[in-house]
């Protein structure tokens, strides 16, 4: 290549590289943003203000009890709001966005909040999703606080876990899915005034407003 080619090459290059043209995953790893606690979800979902924009956050690399296993989904959404006060700045360290469009991050508030979920036996090393954090460190926390039978771990072995409660909700609504639905209609998310008319339809019957089997209905309405 001529000499004086070269300094352009190399330019289109770098614009080729740049992370504007990587995968939303790819951008986000190994950055760090500062943001604003707004709310609570449960024991690992919380809204921030990031700059401009209200996000949801999915704690990376954990799996909380969901709400409805009770009583450790309470408690470990009380634990998560002990530790991250409303209005609070936190250090987010984004992985990805997952299928529900949530930013999953590793949260800092003078310590890894994620990892100090699992440490206090109020949520689980998720396996299957460790590949970005560091695995060794969350998986000696779930062990050593197993031995001290706290939290999820007061029972031998633990409770069920979330990514299992899940799974067997999912099931147990599919095969329901030819009973009658109470009072005869059908909501949709959107035609529902409030987060808590919501929970009062899912305590009525109406399942199918919990779309992903996570004890609350019509997430969007928090």
């Keep these: 290549m001529p000499l004086h080619l070269r300094p352009l090459a190399a330019l289109l290059l770098a614009v080729a590289i740049t992370p504007a043209a990587l995968s ?9 943003v500062r943001a604003t606690v707004l709310s609570i979800g449960d024991g690992d979902t919380i809204r921030v203000q990031q700059g401009q924009q209200r ?7 954990i799996d909380a009890p969901e709400m409805a296993q009770a009583p450790h989904g309470a408690q470990a959404r009380s634990y998560l709001q002990s530790r991250l006060r409303l209005g609070s700045s936190v250090i987010l360290r984004p992985q990805t966005v997952d299928r529900y469009g949530r930013t999953v991050a590793e949260v800092i508030s003078g310590v890894n909040i994620n990892l100090a979920l699992v440490e206090y036996g109020m949520a689980f090393a998720y396996r299957k999703y460790l590949g970005q954090c560091d695995a060794k460190e969350y998986l000696d926390a779930e062990f050593r606080v197993s031995r001290s039978r706290y939290g999820v771990w007061q029972v031998p ?9 899940r799974r067997s909700r ?5 095969a329901s899915t030819t009973e009658p639905i109470p009072g005869g209609r059908k909501y949709r998310c959107k035609e529902i005034d409030s987060y808590q008319q919501a929970q009062e339809l899912l305590r009525q019957g ?3 407003l919990d779309s992903n089997g996570d004890g609350e209905a019509c997430e969007s309405l928090r």
């Design 24 to 32: 939303p995953s790819s951008a986000l790893a190994g950055t760090e």
């Design 55 to 61: 996000i949801t956050v999915r704690l990376a690399c």
């Design 157 to 165: 072995g633990g409770i069920t876990r979330p990514w299992d409660f």
């Design 170 to 174: 999912s099931a147990g609504r599919s």
């Design 206 to 208: 109406h399942t199918y």
